[in-house]
């Protein structure tokens, strides 16, 4: 198995395969520097692109550093991310043809008033990279306080991805 970034019609670059890959196959491990959710949030205040990865409870982030953290988003994806022992490993959930563009499902949480949208192209495409339990906590936090982008506590948290649980 051989992956190499390039540019992708989904997001600016992205991870593709040059061999096919069989289901059920570690493609990569999300690596990088372990952070509390507190410092990510605090390290990366002021920037609009971050690849923070939530593990467990969500209190550790991983601070993706090489090939895992340009692993596009998609709705429809190829791959599927687990947690095994505090490591994040993207893994395939089906086969992969050589030259197919690496994708899994982000199911960001946190992110304040970034409306994440999605440009995934699939045809079940839910329109934002929130997950769909982030999607409907949203809307009902929205409907019963708005987040005010200036003053909001919520404003400082940073988007962050997280396996599907
Ligand atoms: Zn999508």
Known sequence: MTLIIRSSLIHAA???????????VRVAEYT??????KQADKDYENSS???LFGLG??????????????????CDPNCETTEENDRI????????AAGE???????????ADDEAICNCGAKTCRGTMY???????RKSAAKKKPINSKTGKRA??????SAKR
Request: charged share 30%; glycine share 8%; with cysteine.
């Open 14 to 24: 992205g991870c593709y395969t040059t061999t096919p890959i069989r289901k059920g």
């Open 32 to 37: 990088g520097p372990r952070l509390s959710k």
């Open 49 to 51: 692109i971050t690849y």
């Open 57 to 74: 409870n969500g209190k550790i982030v991983i601070d993706g550093h090489s090939m895992a953290m340009f692993i596009n988003h998609s």
């Open 89 to 96: 490993w993207i893994k395939s959930i089906r086969k992969i």
């Open 101 to 111: 563009e690496i994708t899994y499902d982000y199911c960001l949480y946190d992110g």
């Open 131 to 137: 997950s769909p339990k982030e999607v409907r906590r």
């Open 156 to 161: 400082k948290a940073k988007k962050t991805r």
